[in-house]
């Protein structure tokens, strides 16, 4: 058994499902077990190596030409049965531990007081990291990416179609795109003043705060800045003479957050944190692509916006837009009427060239004002147009698509759980393009739009219509950048939208595809029933296994191999021997002896207080009365005792069992054991 014990301490199993809440032994079972085991082999050890040294120091005092045996020698079986004595009686150590024998009941000992501890560092099992292993996980797919429909369909709401056929869902949507958007984005708005007020303040995109998010209240979601391009360089490639032009090309990648059901799903047979008292845990990174949004800023001049803002067009002069009627009441041209250019059509890919209308404004809003454009013809995007204090205006456009240059991160414990994405690295061969070689990165996603419009309404970003100077609007507005180059001390406009956006992304990607594209039927946006999807992993988990959880425990590996080392030295000596010899060392059979032995005057003065000094190591011999088949133990190797007994006894001592094993001993010579 104690060979057993050893090999699992070397071989560092690893238990998973087997000790779990929901395995086949609880935690508290499996190290009550451990425990149980490894204190069965220390008594067992003890056990048999009291005896191995009783064998070998009643065949030394049998043997008539050894040495015999000490005093100091005798107490060697209290050192493995009474470790304390090694203190209390350390005048017999002193003796005898230098003794070959001696050096072996001193390691014997030694293990014995060590062994239960040495089993609780390295067998007994618990909590302890993996190594990081290679899978292929499964998780649901249910939907395209960015399916308005489904995402209202699955919006946590008391009000039911029932209630509300027509706006139970974007109801719905519109609180949670709300609350979710002003959660991230002060907690963002909160980071920037904390890196201000410590002086880490940067004009490099990578080097400022990152975007955030939450998932499902216990995860925290973070962002990549992604495709990184200079502002200034991109200002001026894009600014007509006599007028320097501000340009923000921002794109910011989020995780997948189809990582989080995948990994939950019993397919994949993954631990839990609950599982293991709360104490679990699970790193993951997944080859899957990651949703991301452009948000593309230029600011512009009040004559350049004549040909996309309908209050400035012959048409439009002097109506009155609102929320109601705009833009369903007002004539504006239908495809495939490619409508007014504009002096930004090549930055933001509008015209027959690119295949893209531009928008159309309602109004030119008032300062601290914004207005959206979420209509048209086959939109891949959505238009912002924003009005500074100083009444400079500035135009975003917002869109999205699924990049391959991200994998992403995931790491949950009980306390909840992070998720971030790991972009633009070569290094990475979990990114999503080594694992599909052919993938096209960046194509934007057309549906997204629909699901933004609905976000963008929600978080009042068209109140300018009305001049309703939406808070948001507000602040926002405060943030579009003064000069051509990012301003350290405040996030920019781009930014900000960017992280207000990143609840749209996560819960675009709930459900959706681990590929890029949308592998059934391209008639049907929904299954009926969610299919398995596959994708590249590497991942470590936090479950109960054997061995030592610091660097410092290794030195117990030599406690349980002695052990074993130990046992099996014993049971060869035992197999060797042919038989067992009287114990002559066990307390019942040495006062037995000594009772029916003569007195001697070598330990003259420890009746009272017990040997000492050189009485500890005079040697003393069993020896046998031939005629009367009587053992006794005499001091040295005198002639067989021929005195009659210095008491009276009116009984017949009855023959000894070990005459025969006497006689076979005596005559042999001395050994080491």
């Given at each position: ?16 499902h ?121 998780g ?6 960015a ?5 209202q ?55 400022r ?18 495709f ?11 600014s ?13 990648a ?17 631990l ?90 309602p ?11 979420v ?29 391959t ?145 610091q ?56 009746c ?66």
């Amino acid at each position: 058994m104690s060979g057993l014990w050893f090999g699992v301490a070397v071989a560092k199993p690893r238990f998973g499902h087997g000790i779990a809440h929901t395995g086949r032994l609880s935690p508290p079972t499996a190290t009550l077990i451990a425990a149980a085991i490894a204190k069965s082999i220390e008594l067992s050890f003890v056990t048999v190596f009291v005896a191995f040294l009783g064998q070998v120091l009643s065949r030394r005092a049998l043997v008539k030409k050894s040495k015999g045996i000490t005093i100091s020698e005798m107490s060697m079986r209290g050192w493995v049965m009474q470790p304390g004595t090694l203190i209390t009686h350390w005048e017999t150590v002193r003796y005898a531990a230098l003794t070959f024998l001696g050096l072996i009941a001193l390691s014997g000992a030694l293990i014995a007081m060590l062994y239960t501890t040495a089993s609780e560092s390295l067998v007994s099992p618990k909590l302890k990291m993996g190594a990081l292993e290679h899978r292929r996980l499964y998780g649901k797919v249910a939907t395209q990416f960015a399916n308005e429909r489904y995402i209202q369909q699955h919006c946590q709401t008391p009000i039911s179609v029932l209630v509300d056929a027509e706006y139970s869902g974007s109801t719905c949507i519109a609180i949670e795109h709300s609350g979710q958007a002003y959660h991230n984005y002060m907690q963002y708005l909160s980071n920037w003043t904390s890196s201000i007020s410590r002086g880490m303040g940067s004009d490099d995109l990578s080097k400022r705060p990152a975007p955030l998010a939450m998932l499902y209240d216990n995860t925290t979601v973070q962002g990549s800045w992604v495709f990184v391009q200079n502002m200034t360089e991109l200002s001026k490639k894009y600014s007509p003479d006599g007028y320097d032009r501000i340009v923000l090309n921002i794109t910011m990648a989020m995780p997948h957050t189809g990582v989080f059901g995948a990994m939950r799903d019993p397919v994949n047979h993954i631990l839990q944190p609950q599982d293991l008292e709360g104490l679990g845990q699970y790193d993951v990174q997944a080859s899957i692509p990651s949703p991301v949004t452009n948000v593309l800023c230029a600011s512009m001049q009040p004559e350049e916006l004549t040909a996309i803002v309908f209050s400035e067009w012959p048409a439009g002069n002097g109506s009155k837009t609102n929320l109601t009627n705009w833009p369903s009441a007002f004539d504006i041209p239908a495809y495939p009427d490619w409508l007014n250019s504009t002096s930004v059509d090549d930055l933001f890919g509008f015209g027959e060239k690119y295949g893209r209308r531009p928008p159309v404004f309602p109004k030119l809003p008032i300062p601290y004002n914004t207005v959206l454009n979420v209509t048209g013809w086959f939109t891949d995007s959505i238009y912002l147009l924003a009005t500074s204090a100083t009444g400079s205006y500035t135009m975003c456009s917002l869109r999205a698509s699924l990049t391959t240059k991200c994998s992403t991160h995931y790491h949950a414990s009980l306390s909840g759980g992070t998720m971030d994405t790991h972009c633009e690295d070569e290094k990475d061969e979990l990114a999503y393009g080594k694992s599909y070689g052919n993938a096209t990165d960046g194509v934007i996603n057309k549906d997204w739009a629909t699901v933004a419009a609905e976000w963008a309404r929600a978080l009042s970003l068209n109140a300018g219509i009305s001049d309703g100077a939406a808070s948001n609007a507000r602040l926002l507005t405060q943030l579009i950048p003064t000069s051509q180059a990012l301003d350290p001390s405040l996030p920019s406009i781009a930014e900000a939208l960017s992280v207000l956006a990143g609840s749209t992304l996560l819960l675009s990607s709930t459900d959706s595809p681990f590929i890029h594209f949308w592998n059934y039927s391209t008639t049907v946006a929904t299954l009926e029933e969610p299919q398995y999807q596959s994708f590249r992993a590497t991942l470590r988990t936090k479950d109960f296994a054997s061995g030592g959880t610091q660097q410092w425990q290794g030195i117990f590996y030599v406690v349980l191999f002695l052990t074993f080392a130990t046992n099996v030295f014993c049971l060869v000596y035992f197999l060797l021997r042919h038989g067992l010899v009287t114990d002559f060392i066990e307390p019942q059979n040495l006062f037995s002896l000594s009772l029916n032995s003569p007195p001697s005057r070598a330990l003259e003065g420890a009746c009272g207080s017990g040997p000492e000094g050189e009485q500890l190591i005079m040697n003393w011999h069993i020896k046998m009365d031939q005629e009367r088949e009587h053992f006794y133990i005499e001091n040295g190797q005198g002639p067989p005792m021929k005195r009659k007994p210095t008491r009276p006894l009116d009984f017949e001592m009855d023959t000894s069992p070990i005459v025969n094993t006497y006689t076979k001993l005596s005559s042999r010579h001395s050994s080491l054991l």
